[in-house]
């Protein structure tokens, strides 16, 4: 089995796939105001292709294998992931609107606080959380899970195992 070695997220390395923003972090970009009060303004942004409004959810992940058995990608939509209590692991792999391209995969470390979006046709799959169980902050338009999500089980001879 081909394994995907895990490698700390950087905005320039995850520039293929979308954008990543650190929330939790952001030092004093965008802000505006001073303590005790800063906000932070549009640190990343999320186009939709359609008008549907944006959804926010939860994800619960388990500790698992780090072992990518399937993939997915959305053709209209970016979606955001953001892990809340854990660091986790995601992989992803360049939009081609067609066959997943395995060998094409990478594999991010994303620390807790960390917004990933993934650009609307970008190849990814449910993240692994790195110590212990986790909640996962997701965000795409309306009913994307339904009506804009293209699913591929990989062969087993295509799973591709994550190391950190």
């Known amino acids: 089995m081909k394994t995907l070695k895990a490698a700390p997220v950087t905005a320039?390395?995850?520039?293929?796939?979308?954008?990543?923003?650190?929330?939790?972090?952001?030092?004093?970009?965008?802000?505006?105001?001073?303590?005790?009060?800063?906000?932070?303004?549009?640190?990343?942004?999320?186009?939709?292709?359609?008008?549907?409004?944006?959804?926010?959810?939860?994800?619960?992940?388990?500790?698992?294998p780090m072992l990518v058995q399937d993939v997915?990608?959305?053709t209209y939509a970016?979606?955001?992931?953001?892990?809340l209590d854990d660091d986790i692991v995601i992989h992803a792999g360049p939009a081609n609107g067609g066959e997943p391209q395995v060998d094409k995969l990478e594999a991010f470390i994303i620390p807790k606080g960390t917004?990933?979006?993934?650009?609307?046709g970008a190849w990814h799959?449910?993240?692994?959380p790195v110590n212990?169980?986790?909640?996962?902050?997701?965000?795409?338009?309306?009913?994307?899970?339904?009506?804009?999500?293209?699913?591929?089980l990989l062969e087993k001879e295509d799973y591709r195992e994550i190391n950190l």
């Open 12 to 64: 320039q390395s995850f520039a293929p796939y979308g954008f990543i923003a650190d929330i939790q972090n952001p030092g004093d970009a965008y802000g505006l105001g001073g303590y005790p009060v800063t906000f932070h303004r549009d640190m990343v942004l999320m186009p939709n292709a359609s008008t549907a409004p944006t959804a926010f959810g939860s994800l619960k992940i388990g500790k698992r």
């Open 132 to 152: 212990h169980d986790a909640t996962v902050l997701i965000s795409l338009p309306e009913r994307t899970y339904l009506n804009d999500t293209v699913k591929f």
């Open 78 to 83: 970016c979606e955001l992931m953001m892990p």
């Open 72 to 74: 997915e990608y959305h």
């Open 125 to 128: 799959g449910a993240p692994f």
């Open 115 to 120: 917004m990933v979006i993934f650009r609307a």
